[in-house]
């Protein structure tokens, strides 16, 4: 009786690692996929009535990548139903002539034609499948990458909000099997179709031949599709529900070989002490595994024994009918056949059906993806940004992260001039980096106003924004490319202007400006050297190297206000002066630098200093300004000068070249139309 009960979500065990190490369970509240177990309790005729909404999707995908394909399947599926259907009918003109003949010669010889049309229908037949084969084939790679581009658009365009939030950030995670889903739903489009229309014409056929015989071919393969929906109901649950205990197992394995853990994970033991969470909590899962297979093994065993007695009376009353005249025996031979054929097709037809059904409900986690990403996406267009930069101004700004109380920044005014070098101090937390961030375009205020010439940021054209900065964050991207294209990527060129020669300048001029030059200098292939040790014949940098080419990289990118969050930490002294020389050579009439950085000595050139403290600004002015006013910027000025025991290292006063003392790029006063200045 367990057995006859709907699935229902259960809560699965929380293992003792899980707690230890991620302080509860790791996985969905399943709050977005309620929806789902909503449907999953249905029954068998509910989940098959929601079947054409839930292959609409893939279908549309298909029909927008290649519309022949889909079409040359359709109609060889279709022909294909019409084959079988006509092939039995031959099957039973065979034996009604063979059995009504005098003699077997002569039956034989009767039965010549409708032979020789039967062959013609199975050839028929064969080439119909093996055009849907080919188109299918074709067809299939292509809707997954549709919609494999469909997820990755989605993503890149919704707000970093979005990205930081952990609710859309498990969306983000199980529409990934979309993907290949609906790769997969094609095939089972097909098969389920052609299954149907074969079915189809045997359910006529049978009609045909006695009124009797459909009933009961239902009657034989019934019991098996209600046990297929239900074991793939179950596994669809049991995944859902525990996708995130796999995925916390999946951590701890990247994590124990990953690169950046090797040495912890050595020399303080982590190794062993992870491994040992690992099987801990793989043994949890496994404990899922072994009751979805018992369940299925359940299932199916029933499902069989009562397919398998539908059978029994089916073949009794053919006999029945047989004995008492009312069937002849030719009718009867064919029935036989067109029971067997028909109960194998329904059998298949169910168990496609039942794939389609489990694909589709991970094609739909990616079209409800797609859906919340679009709500939550960077809007298109809006209002336009004046060519030139004036003035970049925050008034009475403040900003929570969607999962904190405190607000990150709270009540925030200033300005940023063209011309000038801003800088952001203030201790950990204090909420420069975040200030930063909306600056860049990539929050926006809760309260308060952040204009870009007038244009408030959240009705302008964020696209416009974006093409005004360059943001060298504290975390920037080491991507695993070549020297030459961890620099241009700053500016993504179009197709074909990748490899201008001017284009190839550039990048040397600002690796030379930022001193990366020199590294390049001693790698193997140059520029052309790929920046990822785990790659053959790929060299790795140090912090340092790497925080020189994220400058190159600012600079190359050459936009109108430069930001850059602690560029120096890993800068050795010599490099660091000449860091902070080049930095401040950045600005130009029609150019803002904004400098976050602790090292007070960078700081002190800067026209404008900013400091923050629990996300208020607490002070601003110059230099000497600030000393002068004896509050928290001249204490950490003091301390850090005081931990050095001497004068902090004194820079130039004026924009210096670059450290190698190669002239800085020269630089177009003007912008292209499109907003994105070109050097
Ligand atoms: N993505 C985030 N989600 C939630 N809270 C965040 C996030 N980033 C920062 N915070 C919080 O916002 C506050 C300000 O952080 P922010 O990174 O702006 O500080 P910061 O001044 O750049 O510090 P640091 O000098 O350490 O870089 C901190 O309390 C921090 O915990
Ligand atoms: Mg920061």
Redesign the pocket.
Known sequence: MRLLKRPTALQPAVSASERRLFGGPLRYDAGWSNHDYARLEGRLLSTLRSMPRMVAGTLRLAWDTDRPALLTVAAAEAGQGVTSAVGLLVLSEVLRTLLGAGTPAEGLHAAVPALAAGALVAVLGAVLASRSTAAAGRLEPKVERAAYEQYLKAAVEVELEAI?DGEFRRLLDSAQWGPPSARRTVGACVATLGGIISLVATAGVLTVLHPLLLPMLLLIAAPRGWGAMRVAQRRYLSVITWVEHVRAARLIGQLLISRTSAPEVRVHGVGRYLLGHYRNMAEVAETEATRLAKDKAATELLAAALSGAAALVTYGAMVALIVTGRMDLAVAGTAVIAVRTGSASLGALVATTNTLHEESLYVRDLERFVAEAGRRAIPDGGLPLPERLGTVRLEDVRFS????D?P??DGVSLTIEAGTVVA?V????????????LLAGLHLPDSGSLTWDGVEVRDADREQVFDRVALLT?DFERWPVTARTNIAIGRPGAEGDEESVERAAEVVAAARYAGADRVVEKLPHGYETLLARVFRGASELSGGQWQKFGLARTRFRDARVIVV??PTSALDPEAEIAAFDSIRGLTGPQRAVVL?T?RMSGVRYADVIYV?HE?RLVEQGGHEELLALGGRYASMFRMQAEQFAQQPPTLSPSPSPSPSGASPIPRQAGASPNGTSVT
């Open positions: 930081e992260y969607p999962d904190r405190e990150a920044l952001l203030g201790e950990n937390g204090s909420g420069k980096s975040t200030l930063v961030k504290q969050d602690e976050v602790h923050l996300g």
